[in-house]
């Protein structure tokens, strides 16, 4: 059905036509691929200049032009990639909550953006090589990210996004493809505990002006917990051809089907007594009411994507125009309403950045339009199978973002820049039961102001003044509520809603200092009209609001890593990440209390010994405060804090072709709440919380040809 839909399309269309004239076929041969020593990163050079596809290098020079907090994230040599977690740890700044531990949804946040929404799908704009990843109403289904498929990960914290669409508090992350120019091929396969099993094969090829790469993958997962296994599969091709000396172009066309049962949340206490069980494997009459077994909450997720992106013109004035289109098929059911999804997005980006004297400047446009048909049916609390239809909604969501930024370098040392994002946006629901429209019309602006001072090469100092604006998506407009007992009762709603706001003031800075990498930012943030999500006893989502009273966002995001030679053989290489985040509320109801959903400090550390191809050492992933799991911050239900601690092994042969490495993570099988369901209130008694994974180990092998 998603294929059938993109000849609906003239956007589509018009992509195919550039991919068909595509000279990839006649010109590809093999590229070279030699390591290029950039002290923190290694990375493969490539012996030709790729079609819009920006090195690492290049990336990291043009953050160095963000005054403000960002990661860069190269994947080349990062083993183990069985999860996001894998790919976004040990980064100062992104909180990364495991779900399950599986093929399945974390929660992922900066800077406390999106973290109320259950599960986590708003408060980042999403990105693959520069191009949006998200619906039309800025939503995103997690799950179907494939981190194997980057070379590179930037993210660019808060109002430092680059990209005209991105407004909301948390910023933008952008997944940047290998291509035919990194690598010839590759042969991935990984297995583990809990019956994880992964592979990839990918192969590419790379000629003076065109490239083109191929990746396939496919996941397993049985899980930890009962009820907890998943799979996904996905294939994402991209190819990129340049024309003369001033234009280049890139296609990009993927599929992936995800699908994974949901575990379910459960009181507090069977945390530690029962850390694999779910709600249905005792005799009590909540388990009865609430039985996983029965119920079978699952998501089962399909998107088709087409995308594609021109540059042309010369180093001091260049232009960049983005088209993508993606069709999703979505079932999102927990214990008590199937959430059923039909969604068409399409979009156009423009961008043009150029300099002149000490002046630079950027101007962009982006313009994002879509379609979901979403049902609500009751789920049968026998069988698990789908009840009356209580909800039936046609929604249309778009929006058109402009940009217009300019830097001034007023001296050798010193850049300011003056930057206004402008909004447009619409979320227009009709429900077709009962004749009922609400439309929905935002504008806003998200202006910023900031300045870089560096004084020196290894150092880099920065502050920014900021307004950032989050639109509230479906997933809080469109709400639906089916009492567990009493499926009969099912309703749904339309929600209005206010734009969440904040003011952002942020200063820190960046460099090396005796041989050790350093970054430290520190942020406030008032929040105005805070979306807050709803869940019911069950812990099933139920509505969201705008906390009206105001909140607060302050955090710091500290990072350090670097290399200290041994005297006897090789070297050890450290990273250490720290994420301080201090939410609360202003007034109000909560007047005073935190902010649920986010642990105050977040630690992340590692230690390898490296000696030739081998690689050794422990790792720590550290809670070591207790977070509030509701805003009434009753103490009985914190999430306690934890530490776990971890073991990698890996080998990489001398010429690169190979690779093997064993990680084990959770060494002591210390049991523990991985994330939970965020109530305004709750009690000991109501399900909560998911367990984490215990004791467990996954080994690997690259093979590269």
């Known amino acids: 059905m998603l294929a059938l839909r993109i000849r609906r399309h003239l956007l589509t269309i018009g992509i195919a036509s550039v991919l068909a004239g595509n000279p990839v076929a006649a010109q590809t041969r093999p590229g070279t691929a030699e390591p290029v020593d950039l002290d923190r990163i290694t990375v493969l050079g490539r012996s030709i200049a790729t079609p819009v596809a920006p090195s690492v290098t290049d990336e990291r020079r043009r953050l160095e032009r963000v005054p403000g907090g960002t990661n860069l994230i190269d994947l080349h040599d990062a083993g183990r990639q069985a999860t996001l977690r894998d790919a976004l740890d040990y980064q100062p700044g992104i909180v990364l909550q495991e779900f399950f531990g599986g093929i399945d949804q974390p929660r992922l946040n900066v800077r406390g953006s999106g973290i109320q929404s259950n599960?986590?799908?708003?408060?980042?704009?999403?990105?693959?090589?520069?191009?949006?990843?998200?619906?039309?109403?800025?939503?995103?289904?997690?799950?179907?990210?494939?981190?194997?498929?980057?070379?590179?990960?930037?993210?660019?914290?808060?109002?430092?996004?680059?990209?005209?669409?991105?407004?909301?508090?948390?910023?933008?992350?952008?997944?940047?493809?290998?291509?035919?120019?990194?690598?010839?091929g590759r042969l991935r396969l990984e297995s583990g505990s809990d019956g994880r099993r992964g592979g990839q094969l990918a192969w590419g090829g790379a000629g003076e002006r065109a490239d083109w790469w191929i990746g396939a993958s496919h996941d397993r997962y049985d899980g930890y917990r009962h009820h907890a296994d998943g799979e996904r599969s996905a294939v994402h091709f991209n190819t990129g051809w340049r024309a003369g000396e001033t234009f280049s172009n890139r296609t990009w066309l993927?599929?992936?089907?995800?699908?994974?049962?949901?575990?379910?949340?459960?009181?507090?206490?069977?945390?530690?007594?029962?850390?694999?069980?779910?709600?249905?494997?005792?005799?009590?009459?909540?388990?009865?009411?609430?039985?996983?077994?029965?119920?079978?909450?699952?998501?089962?997720?399909?998107?088709?994507?087409?995308?594609?992106?021109?540059?042309?013109?010369?180093?001091?004035?260049?232009?960049?125009?983005?088209?993508?289109?993606?069709?999703?098929?979505d079932l999102f059911k927990n214990p008590t309403v199937h959430n059923v999804s039909d969604s068409d997005t399409w979009g156009a980006q423009y961008q043009w950045n150029g300099e002149r004297g000490r002046l630079d400047y950027r101007l962009g446009a982006s313009w994002t339009d879509g379609d979901t048909a979403r049902d609500f049916y009751a789920n049968n609390p026998a069988n698990g199978s789908r009840l009356q239809r209580f909800g039936h909604y046609g929604l249309e969501a778009s929006s058109l973002d402009l940009v217009a930024g300019l830097g001034w370098r007023v001296g050798g040392d010193v850049r300011l820049l003056a930057e206004s994002k402008w909004s447009r946006v619409e979320r227009n629901a009709h429900d077709l039961s009962r004749g009922i429209r609400l439309d929905q019309r935002y504008s806003h602006a998200s202006p910023r102001l900031g300045a870089i001072w560096q004084p020196r090469e290894d150092l880099r100092l920065f502050a920014n003044l900021s307004r950032s604006n989050e639109v509230p998506t479906w997933w809080e407009i469109v709400s639906a509520d089916a009492p567990p007992n009493n499926p009969a009762a099912a309703q749904a709603a339309l929600l209005r809603l206010r734009v969440q706001t904040a003011d952002t003031v942020e200063i820190g800075g960046g460099g090396r200092l005796g041989g050790v990498n350093w970054s430290l930012v520190a942020y406030h943030s008032r929040v105005d009209d805070e979306l807050m999500s709803m869940v019911d006893e069950s812990g099933s989502r139920v509505g969201t609001y705008n906390y009206a009273a105001g909140t607060t966002h302050r955090g710091v995001e500290a990072g350090l890593d670097g290399r200290l030679p041994m005297a006897i053989a090789g070297a050890l290489e450290y990273r250490l990440a720290w994420t301080y985040s201090d939410f609360t509320f202003d007034g109000g109801q909560f007047a005073g209390n935190r902010i649920a959903g986010v642990p105050r400090n977040l630690i992340s550390a590692e230690l390898l010994w490296r000696h030739g191809g081998w690689r050794l050492g422990p790792n720590l992933r550290w809670l070591p405060g207790d977070t509030p799991t509701d805003h009434a911050n009753t103490r009985a239900i914190y999430q306690d804090g934890y530490a776990l601690l971890g073991f990698r092994l890996e080998y990489t042969a001398s010429d690169g072709r190979w690779s093997a490495f064993v990680h084990a993570d959770n060494l002591t099988d210390r049991r523990y709440a991985s994330s939970y369901v965020i109530r305004d209130q709750g009690t000991l008694a109501q399900p909560g919380f998911l367990q984490g994974v215990g004791r467990n180990a996954t080994v690997g092998l690259t093979w590269r040809f």
């Open 119 to 184: 599960p986590v799908n708003r408060g980042l704009l999403l990105l693959q090589d520069g191009v949006p990843l998200n619906e039309a109403d800025g939503s995103f289904v997690i799950g179907l990210l494939e981190q194997r498929n980057a070379a590179f990960v930037s993210a660019r914290r808060g109002a430092n996004a680059l990209s005209p669409g991105a407004t909301t508090l948390g910023g933008e992350i952008d997944f940047f493809s290998l291509n035919g120019a990194d690598e010839r």
């Open 254 to 329: 993927s599929w992936t089907d995800l699908f994974f049962h949901i575990p379910n949340v459960v009181p507090k206490n069977r945390v530690q007594d029962d850390p694999r069980g779910v709600m249905g494997d005792a005799a009590t009459p909540q388990d009865t009411l609430l039985n996983v077994y029965r119920r079978d909450p699952l998501r089962d997720t399909r998107q088709l994507r087409v995308a594609n992106a021109s540059e042309w013109g010369a180093a001091d004035s260049r232009h960049r125009l983005g088209l993508w289109w993606q069709g999703t098929d």
